[in-house]
């Protein structure tokens, strides 16, 4: 006899292999049954050894599973293996969907539980020395998705760009003219801006710029999705690390 009907909504990290917590490792190990996403390394279904793996996720419109579909797939193989866990790059609830499913499950009878992880927004600016707030340069940060369900440029970039906060753009690649054309509207030409592609991976890009340049950076590095912008200055303090290492090593070389 199965175990009552279980969905786990797991976040796996940014990227990194090393950057998923224990209590998702955990979860994994006790899982029936694993659905996981496009940004998710392969590599952490070895912790789910004993389980059924299903890929559902989506690159550039081309869907394994419409949403309908996953949430009916959540709960068929929850009632019929036991325990669902739903595998999801960066923290399911930063623009992860993952509420959304939960909420769709507890309407059958599933039990819900959440194990949060490592955020993109935060953890990828870091691996990069770029902090989202610092003393002296940003005493907030916005995070916000560049586009909307509407496919459109979420409204909530208009109020940012007219903040002194770090702005943390998630899937705005696309939108990066639009979103270049609002800061310089706000006489921010010289904003430091950097996007990284494929954060805390081994194939990680950055691309360091300005609201003025930061296009054609992208242009010339052929940078894309999946990539995380950060616009503000606190992209300064990575190059002040950078120069201050380089100094170090410059004196002791003496």
Same mark, same amino acid.
């Given at each position: 006899?199965?175990?009552? @009907?279980?969905?786990?909504?797991?976040?796996?990290? +940014?990227?990194?292999?090393?950057?998923?917590?224990?209590?998702?490792? &955990?979860?994994?190990?006790?899982?029936?049954?694993?659905?996981?996403?496009?940004?998710?390394?392969?590599?952490?279904?070895?912790?789910?050894?004993?389980?059924?793996?299903?890929?559902?996720?989506?690159?550039?419109?081309?869907? %394994?599973?419409?949403?309908?579909?996953?949430?009916?797939?959540?709960?068929?193989?929850?009632?019929?293996?036991?325990?669902?866990?739903?595998?999801?790059?960066?923290?399911?609830?930063?623009?992860?969907?993952? %509420?959304?499913?939960?909420?769709? %499950?507890?309407?059958?009878?599933?039990?819900?539980?959440?194990?949060?992880?490592?955020?993109?927004?935060?953890?990828?600016? @870091?691996?990069?020395?770029? +902090?989202?707030?610092?003393?002296?340069?940003?005493?907030?940060?916005?995070?916000?998705?560049?586009?909307?369900?509407?496919?459109?440029?979420?409204?909530?970039?208009?109020?940012? @760009?007219?903040?002194? %906060?770090?702005?943390?753009?998630?899937?705005?690649?696309?939108?990066?003219?639009?979103?270049?054309?609002?800061?310089?509207?706000?006489?921010?030409?010289?904003?430091?801006?950097?996007?990284?592609? &494929?954060?805390?991976?081994?194939?990680?890009?950055?691309?360091?710029?300005?609201?003025?340049?930061?296009?054609?950076?992208?242009?010339?590095?052929?940078?894309?999705?999946?990539?995380?912008?950060?616009?503000?200055?606190?992209?300064?303090?990575?190059?002040?690390?950078?120069?201050?290492?380089?100094?170090?090593?410059?004196? &002791?070389?003496?």
């Amino acid at each position: 006899m199965h175990k009552r @009907a279980k969905l786990t909504v797991v976040g796996a990290g +940014p990227g990194d292999l090393e950057l998923i917590t224990l209590k998702a490792i &955990n979860a994994l190990q006790d899982a029936d049954v694993v659905l996981y996403d496009a940004l998710v390394d392969k590599a952490l279904l070895e912790y789910a050894s004993k389980a059924e793996h299903i890929f559902v996720g989506k690159r550039k419109g081309c869907y %394994a599973f419409q949403q309908d579909q996953i949430n009916e797939l959540i709960v068929q193989r929850a009632q019929s293996r036991g325990h669902v866990v739903r595998l999801k790059g960066g923290d399911p609830f930063v623009f992860g969907r993952g %509420a959304e499913e939960m909420t769709y %499950a507890a309407k059958y009878g599933l039990q819900v539980a959440m194990v949060p992880g490592i955020s993109s927004c935060i953890a990828v600016p @870091a691996s990069q020395n770029i +902090p989202v707030t610092k003393r002296g340069s940003a005493e907030s940060f916005w995070v916000i998705t560049g586009t909307t369900k509407e496919h459109k440029l979420s409204g909530d970039i208009h109020l940012a @760009a007219k903040s002194n %906060a770090t702005v943390v753009i998630l899937m705005g690649m696309s939108k990066l003219s639009a979103i270049v054309e609002l800061f310089i509207k706000e006489n921010k030409s010289d904003i430091p801006v950097a996007i990284i592609q &494929n954060g805390t991976k081994e194939d990680e890009q950055v691309g360091i710029g300005t609201i003025e340049t930061i296009e054609s950076i992208v242009r010339e590095q052929k940078l894309t999705n999946p990539s995380i912008i950060i616009i503000g200055e606190v992209v300064r303090h990575r190059n002040q690390i950078i120069q201050i290492s380089h100094q170090y090593e410059f004196q &002791n070389a003496e």
